[in-house]
């Protein structure tokens, strides 16, 4: 999902009123709800203001559902924001909505594409005209009559490139169109002669049972080919891997581990690498001048040390907040600044200069 | 009580627990981020997962119950494993799809050693991705100036939405889109509109939602932290102050359920810049009309100049909103020592004084307990702006079963619905008298809460309505022994402190007002910047920034700012609280009691502590409830209210308008504050859009 934002300040409209019949419909469906919980009709609220508004909602129109369901406008932007079926740029006259989803892609929802970014451009943007604008979405489930669209309210399904140039050619010039199938099916019967259901040995009983016999059937002439003794054969001359790597790296053992040699056989160190260890010599860290401090980086100190005024770092060598309860007089180590500040010097018979 | 074994432990827990909480009980760590207690449960981040035997998936433990386990086959108690191989491989299932999306950015990403996601997957990740695609990417959000973010980082556990929503009561924030594409977002990236937003960067697990202002500022292993208290409303919320050197770095909010739960309003967190800019370091006289340098013995020199030749009456003091107790109790005694009464640390003009009883000033129902009233009645106060916790406490008390809350006063805007039932004292006046229909709410509850702000006492007939709200509190028995509902909340984190050590002029003595208005010839300040004064009085001010007070000064001594001295604070509830030093004050400055130490010697009044351990055993011996830190000494109830109810007086008909004109600029700090003025600067543009 594309990073979306409100659209931009040029294009939103001053302001956002309801229409008469839609204001009805904003006082019908708060009215539903107990008072104080008129933010319940927010939805409702959004999507005639989306319709009123031709297919997308300005930023006006959500403040001004803000203020009728006294709702921070925050809230209403993150239902308008949380729903994919708000739209919150212009769409066009005609906003398609594709479907791109596994099975309309199986049945050519790529050809359709093509067509809709040829015709149309890039989607979410609308044409020069006006007319059009496009939008893949996820399953619309009307997989049985797939590649299908839905543009405004209707769906338009058993799309091929043909009838679907004709379908946006005869919507851009505004001839009528016939939503539902547009390859002449009725709606999702059989597309080819295939009468299924007027099969008579449906209603006679025939069929009862007959997946067991054709199994059974099948069993008995595979005995007659030899074909089941010949794949039990090769099975046990030449088995499937259990479980290919599919192409996918697999792990590798490390090069010289003890738990390798131990697997192997061997003793997970040998006596030769005991003794290197035991080599001082080698030792990486020098252990033999135990005692040596590291000399401090800096004379700047993190840790409970003394305090040193000095460098202006008063650090407390006990807890500076009393007991509840200690008279602070009481308190051990009372730290009260007289400690390291001399006290004012006064000489009262100079006089002021 | 619901038995349950967690990992072979068997505990007792309440039924309504979920599991990650059994879990906790019983001694085990659940890895989690979306999962906050103070916060509703979502669910959304599965790192929660835990194994129940019989279950045949793992379940995310924060959003099951302990009572929806069934229990074993003999009817055993329900067992989970928090630790075996199966919830290790699902967590760390988890913690790989979480880094899926998320960027390698740690070295430049200021959650860096603060991370949740990066300590988790210490334990739980993987070294290696098997990821190959491209990262999802998410453009960033401007979410005003508090607030960074860096969105390719979140996780979309939604901490930062349910903060804004149910604790800040503000809903600006939300998630649009969807699934992998979806982003945290405010309406079209406007600013946040609340006055707690940082909180939701502290409680973002991840490096999403950082502090803008102190972007790249530091690291969190290199600063030295300080527990401490904020002053810069009267509601004294715990934070902790992490400095580097000698700069304070920033302020975070520390865990304590009596005040501020683990939340902290902005002002509290980002004056930090404030703490450092326009400091007063030296010493300043003014010769000939303009301020000039001076050292310590000069400025005092000048002052005992002028006090020798002043007669006592004719010598005053005010104190402001940001001075500690010890500070106001040196300057008490120097005042005694020269036989001045006038004194005053009520520089908004109010006249609640310790004479009337201990009860009679503070917020006795405390604000733990405003989650107990069952009836709200707030006068002459805005509490969003003039003690944001406090209105988070309300807020939260009416999530929890919406009680009957009604506001006398300016309409504001609360975070949560109320009943408006009038401007001013009259109407709070018809409340008293049974001319509405709210009394016989108030009466009809068990605790209820009685909240008078400053809009109500700081006017002009402000004790005749303190009083008028005390005889409405024992009208409708707001006052037993086990609750008082008699509730003043304080704008002031020096109020109350000054008000128990008695810093209010004397008997015949002048008030902070007719001090500020000329009727004294020399007004020692002590960080008011808040009052007009007129000229002709000789100013000695004792503060840290080159606010208001400085400007109109003759001498200046500059003094520590709340983060550079110990000092005592007492909250609005009563509450005594200690801040620490987590730096040094700049320059020349010094703390204050220690100034004042030294000045009485230059007047010939010595006073009698060399050390601060010194001064608090004075101040202690004379006023021991301040030795309690942390606690709220038990004030005297129904008798003190009693004594204010009796007061009478006409209340007058003014309308109630609070103070706090801007909630980021209340003080001389917050003022010094860059990041407070662009905050300011905006939330006066969304009140403006809002009036449109």
């Known amino acids: 999902m594309a990073v979306r934002r409100l659209a931009p300040d040029d294009i939103q409209p001053k302001s956002f009123a309801f229409s008469p019949e839609n204001e009805i419909f904003a006082q019908e469906q708060i009215a539903k709800y107990p008072p104080g919980r008129q933010a319940s009709a927010v939805i409702p609220l959004l999507w005639r203001a989306q319709e009123q508004t031709g297919g997308w909602l300005p930023r006006k129109a959500i403040e ?85 669209v839905q543009i405004n309210h209707d769906y338009y399904e058993d799309l091929a490139p043909e009838n679907f140039e004709k379908l946006l050619d005869d919507l851009a010039a505004g001839r009528p169109v016939k939503p539902g199938p547009q390859s002449g099916r009725r709606s999702s019967e059989p597309a080819d002669a295939v009468k299924t259901l007027t099969d008579p040995a449906l209603y006679d009983g025939s069929v009862v049972g007959a997946w067991r016999k054709r199994f059974e059937e099948e069993a008995i002439k595979a005995v007659e080919t030899g074909e089941a003794a010949n794949a039990t054969a090769t099975a046990a001359a030449n088995p499937k891997p259990a479980k290919p790597d599919a192409g996918r790296a697999i792990g590798t053992e490390s090069a010289d581990t003890p738990a390798k040699r131990v697997k192997e056989g061997d003793a997970p160190v040998s006596a030769a690498e005991r003794k290197d260890a035991a080599d001082q010599t080698r030792a990486s860290v020098d252990q033999t001048s135990k005692g040596a401090v590291p000399t401090p980086q800096s004379d700047k100190s993190y840790g409970a040390t003394p305090s040193k005024p000095g460098s202006g770092q008063a650090t407390p060598d006990a807890p500076t907040t009393p007991v509840a309860g200690t008279p602070p007089s009481d308190a051990p180590a009372r730290r009260d600044g007289s400690e390291s500040k001399p006290d004012v010097v006064v000489d009262p018979t100079k006089k002021p200069s | 009580m619901a038995k349950i074994i967690v990992d072979g432990v068997e505990v007792d827990v309440p039924p309504e627990f979920t599991l990650l909480q059994a879990a906790e009980a019983a001694g085990a760590e659940i890895p989690r981020f979306c999962f906050h207690e103070r916060l509703s449960i979502a669910g959304n981040c599965r790192m929660c997962l835990v194994e129940v035997k019989g279950a045949p998936k793992p379940v995310a433990s924060c959003a099951w119950g302990v009572r929806d386990c069934r229990p074993g086959p003999n009817g055993e108690p329900p067992e989970i494993l928090t630790k075996s191989s199966t919830v290790k491989k699902a967590r760390e299932g988890v913690m790989e799809f979480l880094l899926i999306n998320h960027p390698l950015d740690c070295p430049i990403c200021d959650q860096g050693g603060q991370c949740d996601l990066q300590d988790q997957a210490m334990a739980y990740g993987v070294d290696t991705s098997r990821y190959h695609e491209n990262k999802r990417a998410v453009p960033d959000k401007y979410l005003g100036p508090l607030i960074k973010t860096s969105m390719n980082r979140c996780i979309h556990c939604t901490r930062c939405i349910r903060f804004t929503t149910e604790v800040a009561g503000v809903e600006d924030l939300g998630a649009i ?42 690291r969190p292993w290199e600063l030295s932290k300080t527990d401490s208290v904020d002053v810069m409303d009267a509601v004294g919320s715990s934070i902790r102050v992490d400095s580097r050197g000698r700069e304070v770095m920033r302020i975070l909010p520390r865990v304590n359920e009596a005040v501020n739960e683990e939340w902290i309003t902005d002002k509290a967190r980002h004056i930090v810049d404030g703490l450092r800019l326009q400091r007063l370091d030296r010493p300043f006289v003014r010769v000939d009309g303009r301020l000039q340098v001076a050292t310590w013995p000069q400025a005092f020199a000048a002052i005992a100049e002028r006090v020798k030749g002043t007669h006592r009456n004719k010598i005053g003091a005010i104190a402001g909103d940001l001075a500690s107790v010890e500070d106001l109790f ?5 005042m005694t020592a020269l036989g001045v009464a006038n004194i005053d640390a009520r520089q908004d003009g109010s006249q609640m004084s310790p004479a009337h009883g201990r009860a009679s000033y503070l917020f006795n129902a405390t604000i733990a307990g405003i989650e107990e009233a069952d009836a709200i009645l707030i006068v002459g106060s805005n509490p969003r702006i003039e003690a944001s916790l406090v209105n988070v406490r309300i807020r939260k008390r009416w999530r929890m079963a919406p009680p009957p809350i009604a506001l006398i006063g300016e309409r504001v805007d609360l975070t949560y619905p109320y009943a408006y039932l009038g401007a001013g004292a009259e109407t709070l006046a018809d409340v008293a008298a049974g001319r509405h229909s709210f009394l016989d709410t108030l009466k009809g509850a068990k605790r209820p809460l009685i909240i008078v702000g400053p809009g109500a006492y700081a006017g002009a007939n402000g004790l005749a309505v303190l009083s008028l709200a005390a005889q409405l509190a024992v009208t409708v028995g707001a006052v037993s022994d086990e609750w008082n509902g008699f509730s003043v909340l304080h704008t002031a984190a020096s109020r109350v402190g000054a008000l128990d050590l008695g810093f209010v002029p004397g008997e015949g003595a002048l008030s902070a007002r007719e001090m500020a208005d000329g009727a004294v010839e020399v007004l020692f300040n002590l960080g008011a910047d808040e009052v007009d004064i007129a000229p002709g009085a000789f100013v000695i ?149 809002a009036a449109e």
């Open chain 1, 64 to 148: 001004a559902i803000a203020v009728r369901l006294d709702m921070p406008d925050i809230r209403v932007l993150e239902v308008a924001t949380f729903y994919t079926m708000f739209n919150l740029d212009p769409v066009g006259k005609h906003f398609i909505q594709f479907c791109g989803t596994t099975p309309c892609a199986l049945r050519g929802a790529g050809e359709i594409k093509k067509i809709l970014e040829r015709r149309v451009g890039e989607q979410s943007h609308v044409s020069a005209d006006g007319n059009f604008s496009w939008l893949e979405v996820e399953c619309l489930g009307a997989c049985c009559n797939a590649p299908m």
């Open chain 2, 177 to 218: 889109w969807r699934g992998e594409d979806m982003e945290i977002t405010s309406y079209l990236e406007k600013a946040l509109g609340s006055e707690l937003q940082s909180n939701a960067a502290d409680l973002c697990p991840v490096g999403a939602l950082t502090h803008k202002p102190e972007a790249f500022h530091y």
């Open chain 2, 330 to 334: 040196a300057l008490k005694s120097l």
């Open chain 2, 541 to 689: 001010y004792q503060g840290t920034h080159g606010d208001r007070g400085a400007h109109r000064a003759d001498v200046i001594l500059p003094g520590a700012t709340y983060t550079e001295k110990s000092g005592t604070y007492v909250n609005t509830e009563g509450r005594v609280q200690m801040a620490n030093r987590a730096a040094f004050a700049p320059g020349d400055a010094r703390e204050d009691w220690a100034i004042l130490r030294a000045l009485s010697d230059v007047l010939g009044h010595r006073l009698p502590f060399d050390s601060l351990a010194a001064l608090r055993q004075r101040l202690y011996a004379e006023h021991p409830h301040f030795a309690a830190i942390d606690s709220i000494a038990p004030s005297d109830g129904a008798a003190g209210l009693n004594a204010l109810a009796a007061l009478g007086g006409s209340p007058g008909r003014e309308a109630f308008t609070s103070p706090v004109k801007d909630f980021y600029l209340t003080n001389p700090i917050a003022r010094s504050s860059q990041v407070m003025a662009e905050c300011s600067a905006l939330a006066r543009n969304l009140r403006l859009e």
